[in-house]
């Protein structure tokens, strides 16, 4: 079949060769044309015989027959792979409440809320500062009452099922369901105690969601806004995250506070890095209410990742206010404001989470 080929193209070539010689003879080389200007000093006209009906079919013959695989003319051209484009990050939001009661119905109807909304991602229930009464630990709500740990975890329980009631079947849809408090002006005779007591609350929420078959939508998590200006000292502050990590189980304690002037101005930067992923199963969910507290957490960042060669632990950002209250950026704005905050600071390889939430009570 080869050898067929070959003789084809060599009667092929005899015939073109013939045929050129002839209309050589016959019409004298035409000037190059003024149009495509002197690429060449001759041009030729066709030698694809006269008598051929159809030339283009000329070609494709030729075009189809056997080529020699190793002939460099022929090799194959390898281009370099498209750069695919980079995904946008959707973001995640979430609604976080200041808790003015524990009551299970009360939360279940802010769970079922949340979950008719769709919302994936941290949600922090803010139940006050830490206090002690009844010989017990709990919290100040901002209704003024004192609720125990246990009265807080029967509360969220009752948030976690209303948000895995209220969720589409089959929804993938998943919430961290953290217990937040501060550190302004705990009323304990320990913070440390304090700290520890917190994580076995959220240690026994996290298992109360497992033997209930909750777990596959909500997870136990823990939050403390904890704020410079609360605690310049960072005594009690540094005692209640020494004792949340004592006694935590796998679960993450989130500060959703601010920095208040940035590092240095009250906090170190190894004060304000220590409870923003300084330490084990901490993380931040910083408060971006404007752009000054998005560079202050970027400068942050850019000091641990540089002194402390770690960076810091984001898990999004926390924002405030109600469609009536004009108070500050909201979960979109905020994100996109620190991501650019840390390219500026030379950290934007920082992960970022496409995740926020807007606290609200």
């Keep these: 079949m080869e050898r067929y080929s070959l003789s084809v193209v060599a009667a092929l070539a005899a015939v073109l060769a013939g045929a050129g010689a002839a209309l050589a003879l016959n019409h004298p080389a035409k000037g190059p044309s003024p149009s495509r200007g002197n ?129 589409p079947k089959r929804s993938t849809a998943s919430i961290t369901l953290a217990r937040g408090t501060s550190n302004y002006h705990p009323a304990v005779p320990s913070a ?59 679960h993450s304690l989130y500060d959703y506070g601010s920095l208040d002037g940035g590092v240095g101005a009250i906090w170190s930067a190894r004060q304000a890095w220590y409870v923003a992923g300084g330490i084990r199963h901490t993380k931040a969910l910083p408060e971006i209410y404007n752009s000054a507290m998005a560079r202050e957490w970027a400068e942050l960042a850019r000091i641990a990742h540089g002194l402390y060669h770690r960076d810091v632990r984001f898990a999004g950002v926390m924002t405030q206010g109600t469609r009536s209250c004009n108070c500050g950026l909201r979960p979109h704005a905020a994100h996109r404001v620190l991501a650019h905050a840390l390219e500026a600071h030379g950290i934007g390889h920082a992960l970022l989470p496409g995740r926020g939430t807007n606290i609200i009570g």
């Excluded at 194959?76 to 409440?97: D, E």
């Excluded at 998590?221 to 189980?249: L, M, N, Y």
């Design 39 to 167: 690429t060449r000093a001759h041009s030729t006209p066709s030698l694809i015989p006269s008598f051929a009906p159809h030339p283009r079919e000329w070609l494709k013959a030729l075009q189809e027959l056997p080529r020699d695989p190793k002939s460099p003319r022929h090799a194959k051209v390898r281009h370099a792979p498209k750069r695919q484009p980079r995904p946008v990050q959707r973001l995640r939001g979430t609604t976080s409440i200041y808790e003015h009661t524990t009551k299970p119905w009360v939360l279940a109807e802010q769970g079922c809320s949340a979950a008719r909304r769709h919302e994936s991602g941290v949600v922090v229930l803010d139940f006050g500062k830490p206090a002690f009464k009844r010989h017990g630990y709990g919290t100040i709500l901002f209704s003024g009452h004192f609720a125990l740990n246990h009265q807080i975890t029967t509360g969220m329980v009752g948030y976690a099922r209303g948000y895995v009631s209220c969720l």
């Design 192 to 250: 440390y105690v304090a700290g520890v007591r917190w994580a076995r609350a959220t240690n026994k929420l996290g298992r109360i969601l497992r033997r209930h078959g909750l777990v596959g939508h909500v997870e136990a998590g823990a939050a403390d806004d904890a704020e410079p200006a609360w605690d310049p000292r960072f005594h009690k502050t540094k005692q209640f995250f020494h004792g949340f990590r004592a006694a935590v189980h796998g």
